[in-house]
């Protein structure tokens, strides 16, 4: 295993190189976020040729699947964690998961996740607290709150505690609150979305690469959708091999 290490990809005779290094592989199966990927590909335009075996057309290839790959549209989502003294019954007007808002509804949060009734045992043991998550922006990040690099965690906080008092009737202040934005962490399925993975796959498939996409970029967002996907991955590998699955 390796970590925090940057890659080249490069599909050649040989492997593909790694800080002037070869590793021999036989098969990869890339579950990075496609935009990460893409950037990955296009950036193994600049491995040197003195150091691998590289086929006539790798720069070609690599570049074209990176700048397809580079299509898929990600999103920014900023997280806001909130806890209230007090059980989920006594906060909440309703126990359950959750709640998420439709896109017609002028709101600050795409959804909230009760997390106190979700994971009860997370919750502090001393005693009784609700802790709630709140996601905000998405598609209408700049819409909402401007460059997400120059937004203010008191911004979002403020933004999230009022919607939690507009749709939950919460109007105590919170005991803790955490904020996070992340960064292209949810892609979005435009129009002609699966006619771009298709083209993807097919291109990896006309150029025999030992390659195989997984992960929420491509076949759906869920963790079922990635774990379907992944065996679903793996089975054809097994088959290529002549192992059956």
């Known amino acids: 295993m390796q970590k925090n290490g940057k890659v080249t990809l490069s599909f050649s005779k040989t492997g593909y190189a790694k800080s002037n290094q070869i590793e021999n592989i036989d098969h990869v199966i890339a579950a990075l976020p496609s935009h ?32 397809m790959l580079r299509h898929i549209h990600w999103v920014d989502v900023a997280v806001v964690n909130i806890e209230y003294d ?43 607290s609700t802790r709630l998550t709140c996601m905000m922006g998405g598609s209408w990040f700049q819409d909402l709150f401007g460059d997400p690099d120059k937004v203010t965690p008191a911004e ?63 076949w759906g967002v869920s963790i079922n959708d990635c774990i379907f996907n992944s065996r679903i991955a793996a089975n054809n590998i097994l088959k290529k091999q002549g192992f059956s699955s």
């Not at 990927?37 to 699947?65: F, G, K, P, Y």
């Not at 934005?181 to 006309?206: M, Q, W």
């Open 86 to 128: 007090g059980r989920p019954s006594e906060i909440l007007p309703h126990v359950g998961f959750g709640h998420l808002v439709p896109s017609s509804e002028a709101s600050n949060v795409l959804g909230v996740v009760y997390d106190s009734c979700v994971f009860p045992q997370h919750d502090r043991l001393s005693s009784p």
């Open 36 to 67: 990460a990927l893409s950037a990955i590909l296009r950036r193994s335009n600049h491995v040197s040729r003195s150091n691998m075996e590289v086929s006539d057309n790798h720069e070609l290839v690599t570049s074209t699947l990176g700048i």
């Open 156 to 218: 979002l906080e403020e933004a999230a505690l009022h919607s939690l008092s507009e749709q939950l009737g919460i109007h105590k202040e919170p005991s803790n609150m955490h904020v996070t934005v992340c960064r292209k962490c949810i892609p979005t399925y435009r129009v002609g979305h699966t006619d771009l993975v298709e083209n993807a796959e097919d291109f990896i498939s006309e150029h025999s690469l030992p390659l195989s996409l997984v992960g929420s970029s491509y």
